[in-house]
């Protein structure tokens, strides 16, 4: 049954401790160089570019140019040897897509440290090319079990959820927090004297004291020159 579903079965290394240790350790080392030159280009150089459309944006437009940088390498047989590339691209580009975000939120975590995201994609690289391979999985299927496989999406599509879900919540306390210290809001229209300034103040008070009638409308109330009376002595 594993067999025909493409997931195989594992071969179990003489010491597994050592071997995922070994592999951890030592294989990370060893293609860390190489993850640094290519996390400097999408994590040090596209993303905060991309980051002001947003985490889930950024991450998306991220996720396709990754995917289209692999293409030569997925034409050739590299990460899925004999399987057809029409099947190969749908698989990768998924998992591609749902690898993208904790590289995002492992980023954004950071402060922006292009070394922290090309460790954990040395690791990646280590744990995924050793344990998927066909020395430990011989009859799998690497569009399954591979590093880029339907198990591998599966895991991240899980990791991407609870991820998403913690990020939701925890954005939704920190704006009902700010919502309850922001202080309140004291200030009141302005009133017809304020906004009129002390010249317009003294020709309000003036019409007050000259107009015959309270009630009357302004425009049949005595005119009061603004500055002062416009009578000329003879």
Sequence with gaps: LDVAAGLGR???????????????????????????????GWRGYLLPRLLPLGEARATFVLAAIWGLWHVPILLIGLNYPGQFVWAVLPVFVLSVALMAFPFTWLYVASGGSVLVAAVMHSVLNALSDTF???????????????????????????????????????????????????????????????????????????????????????????????????????
Excluded at 10 to 25: D, E, G, K
Excluded at 32 to 39: V, Y
Excluded at 175 to 200: E, I, K, M
């Design 132 to 234: 998927t391979s066909a020395r430990y999985i011989p009859d799998g299927n690497p569009l399954v079990v591979g590093g880029g496989g339907l198990v591998g999406a599966a895991v991240f599509l899980g990791i991407v959820g609870v991820g998403a879900s913690v990020r939701s919540r925890r954005i939704k306390r920190e704006r009902a927090s700010t919502v309850r210290h922001r202080p309140p809001n004291t200030s009141r229209p302005p009133r017809v004297a304020d906004r009129l300034g002390p010249v317009g103040r003294t020709q309000l008070g003036r019409e007050a004291r000259t107009s015959r009638n309270p009630g009357e409308p302004v425009k049949n109330r005595p005119f009061t020159p603004l500055f002062g009376s416009t009578s000329c002595g003879n």
């Design 10 to 40: 594992f071969v179990w290394p003489p010491s597994p401790v050592l071997t995922f240790a070994a592999v951890l350790f030592l294989g990370s080392a060893f293609t860390l160089p190489l993850t640094i030159g290519e996390e400097y």
